[in-house]
Antibody, heavy 122, light 108 residues
């Protein structure tokens, strides 16, 4: 059974870069599926951030595209997120999740990590 | 940008049927799914591809898609079903995975 675990700093200063890692166990990320990041500001709803496809392609939320990079370390079976020039609006719980799709059309996320709260504050 | 609209809250008595709607342009031509999120927990997939139920999800959860609205129905609602529910779909035009704003289900 696949397991996902997010890690990274819980506090980031405004204008700096937010860097998170998702450790995946129980499945090799390059074998199939896609691997996504979803965030949730405290007390608010879910927002998709971006996804990495096992084929090597990445897809980003249009409004975050200029600040966002999702990459992988296949030797460690990890998916990473980097979000630059953060503001307080980027404060959220960040979830890593496994996605299922048809070809390059994403459908749903069937497994989620526990999430990591990242606060942007000076 | 593409939007999915959900009612902020729905209330239901135990044992009754709860229906949560999610509306969006041409939603009927897309696949939608539903997540349940209990307080302080990660979301759990309860319905995918409009009507399918993952293994382990009780049969009282069902989904439908008609026109521009998808509906999550919980039959014989139990207190344990109290949670926030989110719909989600993919918008090909904007290449965006979109979530609805969420519906808080109260069982009282």
């Amino acid at each position: 059974q696949v397991q996902l675990r997010e890690s990274g700093p819980g506090l980031v200063k405004p204008s700096e870069t937010l860097s998170l890692t998702c450790d995946v166990s129980g499945y090799t990320i390059t074998t199939g599926y896609y691997w996504g990041w979803i965030r949730q500001p405290p007390g608010k709803g879910l927002e998709w951030v971006g996804s990495f496809y096992h084929s090597g392609s990445t897809y980003y939320k249009p409004s975050l595209k200029s600040r966002l990079t999702i990459s992988t370390d296949t030797s460690k079976n990890q998916v990473s997120l980097k979000l630059t020039s953060v503001t307080t609006a980027d404060t959220a719980i960040y979830f890593c999740a496994r996605g299922i799709g048809i070809a390059v059309t994403p459908l749903h996320f069937d497994s989620w990590g526990r999430g990591l709260l990242v606060t942007v504050s000076s | 940008s593409y939007e999915l609209i959900q009612p902020p809250s729905v209330s239901v008595s135990p044992g009754q049927t709860a229906s949560i709607t999610c509306s969006g342009d041409e939603l009927g031509s897309k696949y939608a799914c539903w997540y349940q999120q209990k307080s302080g927990q990660s979301p759990v997939l309860v319905i995918y591809q409009d009507t399918k139920r993952p293994s382990g999800i009780p049969e009282r959860f069902s989904g439908s898609n008609s026109g521009n609205t998808v509906t999550l129905t919980i039959s014989g609602t139990q207190a344990v079903d109290e949670a926030d529910y989110y719909c989600q779909a993919w918008d090909r035009t904007t290449a965006d995975i979109v979530f609805g704003g969420g519906t808080k289900l109260t069982v009282l």
